[in-house]
């Protein structure tokens, strides 16, 4: 499937996507993370972290990405619940 009709089959666009694609992948130690963030998306990693932020309460990156999405929506209220 071409990247426009994935896009069109779930209403997310080509960031998002990257986004949630990133998240899915391992980082090897500190600081690669955001090198990867800077240097594939040309994000900031605040600017970053808004976004997937509001990606996790998005219904279409829940249909694209549900074990990504559920497993960070995890982590996001058990860092809630410690505050």
Partial sequence: ???REAEEADGL???ERDILA?????FPGPGAKERAIREELDLSPV???QLLNALLDDPRALAHDPVTVNRLRRVRESRRGER
């Fill in 1 to 3: 499937m071409e990247r």
């Fill in 13 to 15: 666009g080509a960031r």
């Fill in 22 to 26: 990133l998240e899915r992948r391992g």
């Fill in 47 to 49: 600017r970053y972290y």
